[in-house]
């Protein structure tokens, strides 16, 4: 059987019935083996060493495996010099503690069937042909799981790629790429679906000389998926990083019990997500599930679990050699120090690209470094050494405590941009790595040049070939640290069986209603059936108002001019009142109503919005409002329940929330108020998550701070009844 390293395709839901749930200590004995094999069968064993079946065996001789090897193939004596038995049974009293499984098709469930029959604990199916193809295929697949379950083995794939242990040389893996790129142990582990994904993040690493200790690609994810393997690798105290690819999470639970572990363990955990379905979100009644979609519920997951999403390959490794240093980033504030002006230049664009803050030295710092640089040097923040760096050996480590008793500066990233005759690199190198050690501060360098790089490298200093690299790796390191400082565990949440549902969307009026019941502020409103009714309304209220078309079937009022504003007197609200009443008529609907309210005035529009993601549970989003909201997808989203302070802290996430702290003649605007309606659409979100599709309010009336704000328009959407 020939096999291409092959991403994972997911082809919907399987039919088996899952396993008991285990207790922790047993679901981490069930695991033990995938990484960690005493010995290993393989079933449909090649001589050659290019082929599926006989790469693994390969690899587990060439860096050293200490277990027991079994060869599977009733064609065969001898594989790769070794003897090879014609079946599983012929191997004796001895069973393998995993099997890779290398035949195709039928061959491939009846090798599960043996092994799990046998007592294997783990078997890691390399063949393709299952649910990636099909409907076909995912019967296939439900046969092979429900034999292994029936005995209690363990499977990763299929469709995989396999698994490797790095330290120990258990190398159930047929990439190619261990023979290209020499593997190293280290402190790092990756876990993807994908096989491609798992070997070009290691490729990288192994580029910048860092080592990985653990790399699986899961396949089909069918039984051990990958949230359940990045479990296991926590539970290794010399893991410090664990990079994941994934196409779809299947266990989020076990992920979020993983960034748990993680966090107590002093593990950083990045995740690289591959596609994002919008699936129904062209349809959606709610602006909401279009802005929403699956990716901002898994932001929000992975926020609320202090997991970093990257946005690329790159992204996933680029800042791992500070994750390994681990020091303290603080505040962030960096200091950039070259001996080349135009290089602070660009070291100071790229961090106001990124959000990363460049600090202020402090005039103790200042008259330091004053003493320190020739006369027509200004020590400042970026700090321009000079040329005077050219033969001046003591200068650069003199700076460098300088700057370390600054306590200002958090970072450091150091540009290197040319080197040669004159430039002892050995020695600034060595000064940077006693730097970092004292003074325990992230320390960057950038550097054109491989041979300058490496200088660094071999002493331990994260470097980059670019400024921008660099600084994107400070800041995002600097970033996830905060996240995971205000990691908290989540919540668990229940929902209400006596709050109550309607079905498909409700209109106006019934939603602001359900919304205030849980403490939202609505605008004062009241709903009318006829156009004298509306008019006696204005007569009690004066003016302005708004008077609006009613109906659950026309949600976007707009866009049929059934919104009515800065009404003002009994005749105007009549008028605009039968408006809306013919136009909603014309349109279909039966009983028109209208719904007269107060017109609110606010500095700007902010939006609500909720939905109930099956994985992830019901996500809150809060944005800049009106009608542009989908055009501009200023939006934060966050998973209920949360705190005020937590719905504040991602308000000041999005890009307009400088006009929340004023701006120029602008007062304040009542951030907090935003922040408390926002817990309110969780608790409702929460109480109704069995039956709620979505939740859009559009527009809130953020008024000026102490003031509150005001829904002054929503759209609830339930599930439709079966």
């Not at 006369?375 to 700076?399: E, I, K, Q, S």
Request: aromatic share 4%.
């Amino acid at each position: 059987m020939e096999q291409a390293d092959q991403d994972v395709r997911h082809e919907g839901e399987l039919n088996v019935k899952p396993l008991p749930q285990a207790t922790f200590e047993d679901r981490m004995m069930s695991v033990a083996s995938v990484f960690n094999p005493t010995s290993v069968a393989i079933i449909g064993a090649s001589d050659n060493p290019n082929k599926v079946g006989g790469r693994a065996i390969h690899y587990m001789r060439k860096f050293g495996y200490c277990g027991r090897i079994f060869p599977v193939n009733p064609a065969r004596q001898t594989i790769q010099g070794m003897a090879c038995y014609a079946s599983l049974e012929d191997i004796g009293e001895e069973v393998p503690d995993a099997a890779i499984i290398a035949v195709s098709g039928e061959d491939a469930v009846e090798a599960v069937h043996r092994c799990a029959k046998r007592g294997v604990s783990t078997a890691v199916v390399m063949s393709s042909g299952f649910a990636e193809i099909g409907a076909a295929g995912r019967k296939l697949q439900e046969e092979l799981l429900a034999g292994a379950q029936e005995h209690g083995m363990r499977l990763v794939g299929p469709n995989a790629q396999g698994i490797a242990n790095f330290a120990s040389g258990a190398i159930l893996n047929f990439s190619t790429m261990f023979t290209e790129v020499a593997p190293q142990d280290g402190p790092i582990a990756i876990i993807s679906q994908s096989g491609a994904a798992s070997v070009m993040p290691y490729a990288l690493l192994r580029e910048k000389g860092l080592g990985v200790r653990y790399l699986a690609s899961t396949g089909n994810d069918a039984d051990l998926g990958v949230s359940e393997l990045v479990r296991s690798v926590t539970c290794d105290p010399d893991i410090r990083l664990i990079l994941i690819y994934v196409e779809a999470i299947t266990r989020p639970d076990l992920l979020a019990e993983a960034a748990h572990l993680a966090f107590q363990r002093g593990i950083r955990i990045i995740l690289l997500k591959g596609g994002s379905s919008q699936k129904g979100a062209a349809a959606a009644a709610s602006h909401t599930g279009a802005l929403v979609g699956q990716d901002g519920a898994l932001d929000a997951f992975l926020a609320q679990n202090g997991i970093w999403r990257a946005q690329d390959v790159h992204g996933l490794v680029n800042a791992a050699a500070l994750y390994l240093d681990g020091f303290p980033s603080q505040s962030g504030r960096t200091v950039v120090m070259s001996h080349s002006g135009a290089v602070g230049v660009l070291c100071a664009d790229a961090a106001e690209r990124a959000g990363l803050p460049l600090t202020e030295l402090d005039a103790a710092t200042r008259d330091t470094l004053r003493n320190l640089l020739p006369g027509f040097a200004t020590a400042a923040n970026p700090l321009d050494l000079t040329a005077a760096l050219l033969g001046n050996d003591d200068m650069f480590p003199r700076v460098l405590e300088g700057l370390g008793s600054c306590r200002e500066a958090d970072m450091l990233l150091i540009g290197i941009p040319v080197a040669g005759p004159g430039y002892d690199i050995p020695a600034l190198a060595d000064a940077t790595a006693a730097f970092a050690l004292q003074r325990r501060k992230p320390v960057a360098v950038t550097a054109p040049q491989l041979s300058v790089r490496k200088e660094f490298q071999e002493r331990g200093i994260p470097t980059f070939a670019s400024e921008t690299d660099a600084v994107q790796a400070l800041s995002q390191y600097f970033r996830h640290s905060r996240l995971q400082a205000n990691w908290k565990p989540a919540t668990s949440s229940q929902a209400d069986p006596d709050a109550g549902h309607g079905q498909g969307l409700l209109d106006e009026a019934e939603s602001l209603d359900r919304l205030a019941k849980y403490g939202l502020p609505v605008v004062d409103h009241v709903v009318c059936g006829d156009a004298e009714t509306a008019s006696r309304a204005a007569s009690r209220w004066g003016g302005p108002l708004v008077v609006k078309g009613c109906a659950a079937q026309v949600p976007h009022k707009t866009e049929h001019s059934l919104v009515h504003l800065h009404v003002s007197g009994e005749e105007q609200a009549r008028v605009a009142a039968q408006d809306c009443l013919d136009k909603l008529s014309a349109l279909g609907i039966e009983e028109p109503r209208v719904l007269v309210a107060r017109m609110v005035k606010a500095q700007h529009e902010f939006m609500l919005g909720v939905t109930v993601d099956p994985l992830f549970g019901p996500a809150v989003t809060i944005g800049e409002g009106g009608i542009l909201v989908e055009i501009r997808r200023d939006v934060v989203s966050i998973l209920a329940p949360f705190s005020e302070e937590e719905a504040l802290s991602a308000i000041m996430k999005l890009r307009i929330a400088p006009i929340l702290r004023g701006y120029r003649h602008a007062p304040p605007l009542d951030a907090r108020a935003l922040a408390r309606a926002a817990v309110a659409l969780g608790r409702f979100a929460i109480a109704h998550r069995n039956v709620l599709q979505s939740a859009d309010l559009n527009p809130v009336m953020v008024l000026q701070e102490g003031h509150g704000v005001s829904v002054v328009d929503a759209v609830i959407e339930f599930k439709e009844e079966v």
